[in-house]
């Protein structure tokens, strides 16, 4: 059973799809995380919002700034945050890439609920 998140935590979901962002959001909702949605890679880029992540769960198919290079982006920064993709395009070489590049977890839609949370608690701890 995965626990409640203390209100501190911020969980930033980027993607360009408005269903994904709803459910997603919803979903970490429902266990206490803040949540913050953006539809591009550089919305979040862009926004004074995004500093305040505590994890980001990333989409890899974005228009313009796709996912890895969000990543990438993110990294390099000061404060790199801990990194969780999520996409409905199987492809296991870019899966290895994320996860070799530091995400903490990479899931395929449709995803387990329940795997999804204790990732993201995981990534926080």
């Known amino acids: 059973m995965t626990q ?19 459910a997603l959001g919803n979903l970490l909702e429902s266990v206490g995380f803040s949540v913050e949605t953006f539809s591009s890679a ?16 990333l989409d890899i198919h974005l228009p313009r700034m796709n996912g890895l290079e969000l990543q990438r982006r993110l990294s390099d920064g000061e404060n790199p945050v801990p990194i969780i993709f999520v996409t409905a ?18 899931f395929y839609n449709p995803f387990n609920s329940e795997a999804l949370l204790e990732a993201v608690h995981s990534a926080l701890r």
Do not use: Y
Request: aromatic content about 4%; hydrophobic content about 40%; overall charge negative.
């Open 89 to 106: 395009h199987t492809d296991d070489s870019v899966r290895e890439r994320a996860l070799r590049a530091g995400a903490v977890g990479f």
């Open 42 to 57: 550089e919305q979040d880029v862009d926004s004074a919002r995004s500093n305040k992540s505590s994890c980001l769960i």
């Open 4 to 22: 409640n998140a203390p209100e501190a935590w911020v969980v930033s979901i980027v993607d360009d799809d408005e269903a994904v962002r709803k």
